[in-house]
């Protein structure tokens, strides 16, 4: 496709909420009148392109959302989305603001959408990744994945201490349905005995080997991170397992769950955001369509969507040989 002129830029954010969206929602808008645009948010993402819950937005509405989590243009996830009838009404909603290329923040299935804007509808679409869970392929980082190691690591770090007071151990799972990130991030940054994530499976007689071995060393309590996804299932199962062959230890388990969604976003999560904001909006104004801002050794790249969504990011295997390693 040539490049269009753009005047009217749409942004959304959809699936889960990560934080860090709000400063690149902040990035995009500012940016974008910078550069003398007019930018619309669509609330509720994908579904709101539908229902038509588009509103132009100016500086003010971005004032003062840097340090909020979650995103102030809500996001949902769209069934209708998903047919071809969905897309044309969105496409119909697109026509009738003027907007002329849109900035979708979120994860595979929201970049996805992007895509298929692009694709089917003619729409100059550049995404940006934000999701927790850090699985998409051209970037090092998303948006979201720092605040949500951070947090991780500071319940870990507080249950540590009733573990300790009692000898426990403690089973801790962590998000990472289909990728371990977040879990091999947290087993290293919280001195975790073990950490069982998606890409390994780590079988529970092995467990139980490092559990003795820690104990004859005198290490009475113990913390073990297990990605949701993960291969050997997930905390609460492998907690049973456990408990039926070490009856001796005082088990239990905690799910960190969406409390790792929330809370502000981490200094790093603001400059990513607002790095990749400013992206999308120069690689609009590039020619550069059906692509994802990203950033690979500190500089802002574009990555095919396409090559995104599709190519496998999984845990580096030396990452999981390092976590292995300090936990004995």
Do not use: W
Request: proline share 2%; charged share 25%; glycine share 12%.
């Amino acid at each position: 496709m040539e490049n269009k002129i753009i005047s009217r830029i749409g942004v959304l954010t959809s699936g889960g909420d990560a934080p860090g969206m709000n400063a690149a929602i902040r990035a995009v808008v500012r940016a974008g009148i910078y550069y003398k645009l007019e930018v619309y948010g669509i609330y509720r993402g994908f579904e709101g392109l539908i229902q038509d819950s588009i509103k132009k937005l100016e500086t003010k509405d971005v004032a003062y959302i840097l340090e909020r989590g979650g995103t102030f243009l809500k996001s949902a996830r769209s069934e209708e989305f998903k047919t071809r009838e969905g897309r044309e009404k969105a496409f119909g909603n697109l026509q009738k603001h003027k907007i002329d290329a849109m900035v979708v923040i979120g994860g595979d299935g929201s970049l996805t959408g992007a895509h298929l804007l692009y694709e089917e509808c003619g729409i100059p679409s550049i995404g940006i990744p934000g999701t927790i869970d850090n699985d998409l392929s051209g970037t090092d980082s998303t948006i979201g994945f720092d605040t949500a190691c951070n947090t991780a690591i500071q319940a870990i770090d507080k249950i540590r201490n009733t573990a300790s007071s009692h000898d426990r151990l403690f089973f801790v799972e962590v998000m990472g349905r289909d990728a371990g990130f977040i879990a091999i991030n947290a087993g290293v940054g919280s001195g975790a005995a073990a950490t069982l994530i998606p890409e390994r499976r780590m079988p529970v007689e092995n467990l139980i080997k490092r559990l003795n071995k820690r104990a004859e060393a005198k290490k009475m309590s113990n913390i073990v991170i297990v990605a949701e996804g993960g291969k050997s299932g997930g905390a609460l199962e492998i907690a049973k397992k456990v408990k039926k062959i070490l009856p001796q230890y005082d088990i239990k388990v905690t799910i960190l769950g969406h409390l790792q969604r929330g809370g502000s976003p981490s200094s790093y999560d603001r400059f990513l955001a607002s790095k990749l904001g400013v992206g999308a909006i120069e690689g609009l104004l590039q020619g550069k369509y059906d692509v994802m801002a990203s950033v690979i050794n500190s500089k802002v790249v574009y990555t095919p969507i396409k090559r995104a969504i599709i190519d496998d990011k999984t845990v580096d295997d030396d990452d999981f040989r390092i976590a292995k390693i300090l936990s004995t």
